[in-house]
């Protein structure tokens, strides 16, 4: 039996490495079959007797990754042996030396730089996560390749993550929702980048993301109809061109439409833009498709009216990763907006496959790709990044953040050279592409010949010159002026260098304070006083006292005095507050938790395990995790709190897996916002139907009527989602009331 398993694993092993050979003959690259049968054998021996939690045999792994940075890619023979070995140095007795003198030293470079960065970017601590990170992008710098290989890694991950445990997953779905596929996109990966997401949100929000998929499926029907009519003019105005072209539906990801109604809190009928035609065409002339692009354009708009503020020229200015297309909404005979992309063959397949793509259309010319150019210039910003001495790791990803998943927009100098910049760039982001110290010393421009802040927000099409002046000077709050990560990393760098100093001149402060009083300056003593004055570290006390924030007094030495330190509380955001007798109950510390299993969310458990956040206030019903915070407690955040997705991707192995299992008898604060029509009686209604209709008490109210809108949100204490439910549902059904959402 053993035997006859034995053989059928050996067979699906060869069906799929003969799978990846087929697969690369296909492409255009140089056939250097011998090299890949020679990295998949050597692979295949060091993996011997290997599984996957999954339960097959390892090598089923790296072939996979093979496979995808081959056919979803398009990369060529080195990347393919270094995909096949990438876990060869890591999880077996072979070196990089092997490596190197068996394949060569360019396959060695690449299976170290992957190695580097192997089991994710994040470790337990926050230096580590830092450090990790700037191995990628060091790497990456040197050979793209790396990340590319990386991304193909982690999608297979994806794709196979229902094996690991549900903290497990949590942690790797939260890390490539934040890092992983803002670097898809940002390489050019259109199409694996939504799938990072989808998978993603499959696993983190898994009834959402179930519902999404049936009302998808619900509404194909209807949808290819609305395609069908919608583009049979079309093919018709195309036809008469004389053009080759095909036509595609483009269905808007599970994971954009939830985040669209999320941020915009819409239903998932209110989404106009779930369907969008994508034309393809083959030009007749490859140095005139800008042209044919514009002719498809004013073709269109013979047949449909075109909206008017929805035109989006990436043709004639390609996003920072390469991506070009036309883009226009049309009003269907059906009175639908729908969007459609207009690209050539070679556009296609660049927004599909990025970088990879472009080198291939690369081949024989001299010039660089504008792809190729905008990489370098990003690059170039992370190494400047990289330079910052010691970030804090939350920032430094932050910053790095900042940068992937922007929209673009293009600015001129005075000199009319264009720049492009993030969406939502600002004139003191401006000020730092040009150099530090004008950033350093910038108090003003001129945009369009009209004096701005620092602060302005810019536009496409302006004209931007920068003012500065000597005595200008970085400040905390030219942190909230910076959107981009360049920006942000040079203020933060002064900043620090400037804050070392206060730290250096306030430990001295102290220091001298306390030996002026006889009180030795330990490490209880200074603990003390940063509880007193709020500090959560004593950096931070130094930098505050260095610069004057507040002056050492009879207060400190009194804080100082007493016998027994104070006991901070918490207390809970919900109805068990206390015990029996009214004192607050002590919260628990994690050290006893198996981080395996799920947590069960009791009510007493809630009282003396748990806290409950405040950013996200979760109730029964929610999907919640638990994050075991620096006090060595159990946070309980719900899942989609933004709180948490930083949480996941930063502090993965602290993450816990819980669901609820209370009863009725506990009660939880919630914040329900409802927006409507400002007509007499209006509020009446609403409270008639809280208080009376569901018997429920408001806990607290706001209300705000202006120009005709009428706006409130109440506090109720509720048992479950399951209440909120049917509140909200009710609220929806007062005449005049337009939109109820949980806040």
Same mark, same amino acid.
């Given at each position: 039996? /053993? ?10 092993? /060869? ?57 979803? @890619? ?37 299976? $170290? ?7 994710? @970017? ?34 297979? &991950? ?31 990966? &259109? ?36 395609? $069908? ?39 998932? /009928? ?42 989006? $020229? ?39 496959? #990025? ?10 010319? =001299? ?17 400047? @990044? ?59 421009? =001129? ?42 990393? +040079? ?83 919900? #109805? ?34 748990? @806290? ?39 502090? #993965? ?57 009428? /706006? ?20 929806? +059904? ?10």
């Amino acid at each position: 039996m /053993e035997d006859l398993q034995e053989k059928q694993e050996d067979q699906m092993v /060869e069906d799929a490495f003969q799978h990846l050979v087929d697969s690369y003959l296909a492409t255009k690259h140089r056939k250097k079959v011998d090299l890949i049968t020679k990295a998949f054998n050597f692979a295949k021996h060091a993996h011997k007797g290997v599984r996957r939690l999954s339960g097959e045999p390892y090598i089923m792994h790296p072939i996979a990754v093979a496979q995808i940075a081959c056919s979803e @890619i398009g990369l060529g023979s080195t990347s393919i042996c270094s995909a096949l070995l990438h876990d060869v140095v890591e999880d077996t007795d072979y070196t990089v030396e092997d490596i190197e003198n068996m394949f060569g030293s360019k396959i060695a470079q690449i299976v $170290d730089g992957l190695t580097k960065i192997s089991g994710g @970017i994040f470790g337990d601590h926050a230096s580590a996560q830092a450090e990790n990170f700037k191995k990628l992008l060091l790497t990456m710098s040197d050979d793209i390749r790396v990340i590319l290989i990386k991304i193909a890694d982690r999608l297979h &991950n994806m794709r196979t993550l229902g094996a690991q445990a549900p903290n497990k997953r949590y942690k790797i779905a939260g890390e490539t929702l934040y890092i992983y596929a803002p670097l898809a996109n940002r390489l050019g990966l &259109n199409k694996i980048k939504t799938e990072l997401e989808d998978l993603s949100f499959k696993y983190e929000h898994s009834e959402d993301y179930e519902a999404i998929q049936q009302k998808l499926t619900a509404t194909e029907v209807k949808r290819n109809a609305l395609f $069908d009519n919608f583009t049979a003019p079309i093919r018709s105005k195309l036809d008469a061109m004389g053009l080759n072209y095909e036509i595609k539906q483009r269905v808007k990801s599970p994971y954009s439409i939830w985040r669209k109604m999320q941020t915009k809190n819409i239903s998932f /009928e209110e989404i106009y833009d779930i369907l969008a035609v994508r034309i393809i065409f083959d030009p007749k002339n490859p140095k005139a498709e800008l042209n044919e692009c514009f002719d498809i354009y004013v073709s269109m708009c013979q047949i449909y009216t075109a909206h008017p503020d929805r035109l989006r $020229d990436w043709v004639s200015h390609p996003k920072a990763n390469g991506y070009q297309a036309l883009h226009v909404t049309l009003m269907s005979n059906e009175g639908e907006w729908i969007e459609v992309q207009i690209r050539s063959r070679r556009m296609d397949e660049i927004a599909e496959k #990025g970088l990879a793509a472009h080198w291939k259309y690369k081949e024989g010319e =001299k010039n660089e790709s504008t792809a190729e150019v905008e990489l370098d210039k990003w690059l170039t910003t992370i190494k400047e @990044i990289l330079d910052d001495p010691q970030p804090d790791a939350m920032d430094f990803l932050d910053t790095i953040k900042l940068n992937l998943f922007a929209s673009e927009i293009f600015v001129f100098t005075p000199k009319g050279e264009l720049r492009t910049m993030p969406a939502g760039s600002t004139t003191l982001d401006f000020a730092f592409t040009i150099h530090t110290f004008v950033g350093s010393h910038c108090i003003g421009a =001129k945009v369009n010949h009209r004096l701005v802040p620092i602060n302005h927000k810019l536009n496409s099409g302006d004209q931007v010159e920068i003012i500065t002046s000597k005595t200008a000077h970085p400040t905390r709050q030219w942190l909230s002026f910076a959107t981009t990560a360049k920006a942000t990393t +040079k203020i933060l760098a002064i900043l620090r260098r400037e804050e070392r100093e206060a730290a250096r001149k306030g430990e001295a402060m102290l220091n001298e304070f306390l030996a002026n009083n006889d009180i030795a300056p330990d490490s209880l003593v200074i603990d003390k006083l940063c509880k007193f004055h709020e500090y959560n570290k004593p950096e931070n006390l130094f930098v505050a006292i260095g610069l004057g924030n507040f002056q050492l007094g009879p207060a400190d030495l009194g804080e100082l005095a007493e016998r027994s330190e104070k006991r901070w509380k918490r207390l809970f955001s919900f #109805g068990l507050r206390s015990d029996k007798k009214g004192q607050p109950v002590e919260v628990a510390p994690a050290a006893t938790i198996d981080r395996k299993k799920i947590l069960s969310l009791t009510d007493e458990s809630l009282r003396t395990r748990y @806290i409950l956040s405040e950013c996200c206030k979760p109730i029964p019903g929610d999907a919640v995790m638990g994050y075991i915070d620096d006090d060595n407690h159990i946070a309980i955040h719900q899942v989609k709190c933004p709180q948490c997705q930083k949480l996941k991707s930063a502090h #993965g192995n602290r993450i816990l897996s819980a669901r609820w299992d209370t009863t009725d008898l506990a009660l939880f604060p919630v914040d329900i916002h409802i927006k409507g029509i400002d007509t007499k009686g209006l509020l009446h209604q609403i409270t008639e139907v809280i208080s009376v209709l569901h018997d429920i008490n408001i806990s607290r109210l706001t209300v705000e009527c202006l120009d005709g809108i009428f /706006e409130a949100t109440f506090q109720v204490f509720v048992h479950s989602t399951k209440d909120v439910r049917e509140i909200v549902g009710s609220l929806r +059904k007062v005449k005049d009331v337009k939109e109820v959402s949980r806040v």
